[in-house]
């Protein structure tokens, strides 16, 4: 009927993230102190920078990503920050593939050959806005080669014009390429020895290039990579059925760089986000199939009436924890306390808050809710009077108010632990806590 609204769709953008060019010092997110190394101080200090993200794709031009989401993708997707990884260096036959349709950049590539340095990894990440409205974010991180000739900002090569003049990689890059102004036998910042006046070379110009940084340490320019982010944003939370859609994108797009696929990994990408709809509350199920060539996906959203339906089972949090752990846990939410969930395993993280979220129900937690909380500004929510749920890697935990709040806990899900809070707890109901303890019981002596 013409009066009839059409269908939502379920992924509203598939975004493609990567380094920024030139390359630029990520200011907010601290690098760790540079060491001497076997490829050489400044590539040392070049691998422990963390850089700046671009939003290299966005799809589809028609629903451009939110402005508060867009300019914060980059730090969701890599919550550590953007790091360059020395890896395998380049054959002759390597070639690559854009990533995204013919309108992406160049730098939108992912690398079939040879293999990358580090294997794809999968993560989650939520924006909430100020309607308390969600929206999940889905992110494969994949590896690409950085080309020699990528650019370093000036503020970054050469350290008498930087604003930021405590930068690391701009104090190494003035001793590389300065030493034969020291006098024998001192050392520069990095820790090295430098030569005598007598050995110096001639003077170099600063690094402009990655290959510049590359050449003057001896390495192969070509054995630099760089994280490379195919991200599916939605309103909707399939966390399986992204991943492997995601997956089957990244396996693809390898694949068409050894043979050409029947159906163009473009194609591919605008059928998923414009013709694949959202499920509707007790609607029939969705099923859509990416490639001919592989299994179908579905997704399905229960109805109002059903308990909510959910890609995750109790069992992750079991693993860890003891029931009555978790049954406390669940009432530090019930009383909208600071919950603090931390974890290396980012899945694991995830998936323990939202199956957090999930035992409330029928309530629903209204409060600030970050699973995952970048480096940087954002760590200063640790000190919010507010209650909150959010999720940090181990080190961020040096974060946390000292002293810790009366009514924050934190829950360590490597090791079991649940840590505060100070203030005392109200005691549940019985006839609210009892039936719940017994059936988390029951479910953990059935994983025995």
């Given at each position: 009927?013409?009066?009839?609204?059409?269908?939502?769709?379920?992924?509203?953008?598939?975004?493609?993230?990567?380094?920024?060019?030139?390359?630029?010092?990520?200011?907010?997110?601290?690098a760790?102190?540079?060491?001497p190394s076997s490829t050489g101080a400044a590539i040392s200090i070049l691998l422990e920078q963390a850089w700046m993200t671009e939003n290299?794709?966005?799809?589809?031009?028609?629903?451009p990503v939110p402005e508060g989401f867009a300019a914060?993708?980059?730090?969701?997707?890599?919550?550590?920050?953007?790091?360059?990884?020395?890896?395998?260096a380049a054959s002759k036959q390597a070639s690559a593939r854009k990533m995204a349709p013919t309108a992406a950049p160049a730098s939108a590539q992912v690398t079939a050959q040879?293999?990358?340095?580090?294997?794809?990894?999968y993560a989650c990440f939520v924006f909430t806005d100020d309607k308390y409205s969600r929206m999940y974010g889905h992110c494969l991180t994949t590896y690409?080669?950085?080309?020699?000739?990528?650019?370093?900002?000036?503020?970054?090569?050469?350290?008498?014009?930087?604003?930021?003049?405590?930068?690391?990689?701009?104090?190494?890059?003035?001793?590389?390429?300065?030493?034969?102004?020291?006098?024998?036998?001192?050392?520069?910042?990095?820790?090295l020895a430098l030569p005598s006046e007598s050995d110096a070379a001639p003077a170099q110009p600063a690094p402009r290039s990655i290959g510049d940084v590359a050449a003057a340490a001896g390495?192969?320019?070509?054995?630099?990579?760089?994280?490379?982010?195919?991200?599916?944003?939605?309103?909707?939370?399939?966390?399986?059925?992204?991943?492997?859609?995601?997956?089957?994108?990244?396996?693809?797009?390898?694949?068409?760089?050894?043979?050409?696929?029947?159906?163009?990994?473009?194609?591919?990408?605008?059928?998923?986000?414009?013709?694949?709809?959202?499920?509707?509350?007790?609607?029939?199920?969705?099923?859509?199939?990416?490639?001919?060539?592989?299994?179908?996906l579905h997704v399905a959203c229960s109805s109002l009436e059903e308990l909510p339906a959910t890609d995750y089972s109790v069992d992750t949090l079991l693993a860890t924890l003891k029931p009555r752990q978790l049954i406390k846990v669940i009432a530090l939410l019930l009383l909208e306390w600071q919950v603090v969930v931390v974890s290396a395993d980012a899945?694991?993280?995830?998936?323990?808050?939202?199956?957090?979220?999930?035992?409330?129900?029928?309530?629903?937690?209204?409060?600030?809710?970050?699973p995952t909380l970048p480096d940087g500004p954002l760590l200063m929510l640790l000190h919010a009077p507010f209650p909150f749920l959010v999720g940090l890697q181990p080190h961020q935990t040096a974060q946390l108010p000292r002293p810790t709040p009366a009514r924050l806990a934190v829950l360590r899900l490597d090791s079991g632990e649940l840590e505060g809070p100070h203030e005392s707890l109200p005691e549940l109901p019985r006839r609210d806590w009892a039936p719940l303890l017994a059936a988390l019981e029951a479910a953990q002596a059935r994983m025995q």
């Open positions: 009927m013409g009066g009839e609204r059409p269908a939502e769709h379920l992924v509203d953008h598939f975004v493609c993230i990567g380094a920024a060019t030139p390359l630029q010092p990520n200011a907010n997110v601290t760790p102190a540079a060491h290299l794709y966005s799809y589809p031009p028609s629903r914060a993708l980059g730090a969701f997707c890599l919550p550590s920050g953007l790091r360059l990884v020395h890896g395998p040879p293999p990358p340095p580090l294997s794809t990894s690409t080669r950085v080309s020699p000739d990528t650019r370093m900002a000036a503020e970054t090569a050469f350290p008498g014009r930087s604003s930021a003049p405590n930068s690391t990689l701009s104090t190494t890059a003035a001793a590389v390429n300065s030493s034969q102004h020291q006098p024998s036998g001192t050392k520069c910042q990095s820790g390495i192969d320019p070509s054995s630099l990579w760089s994280p490379l982010c195919l991200c599916i944003l939605s309103s909707s939370h399939y966390p399986l059925a992204f991943k492997s859609a995601l997956l089957a994108l990244n396996s693809l797009a390898s694949a068409s760089v050894v043979a050409p696929l029947d159906v163009a990994v473009e194609t591919i990408l605008m059928h998923l986000v414009d013709h694949v709809p959202r499920p509707v509350a007790g609607g029939p199920v969705v099923r859509f199939a990416l490639h001919p060539a592989l299994p179908a899945e694991l993280r995830f998936a323990a808050c939202e199956l957090l979220l999930l035992l409330l129900h029928p309530f629903e937690w209204a409060q600030a809710y970050l």
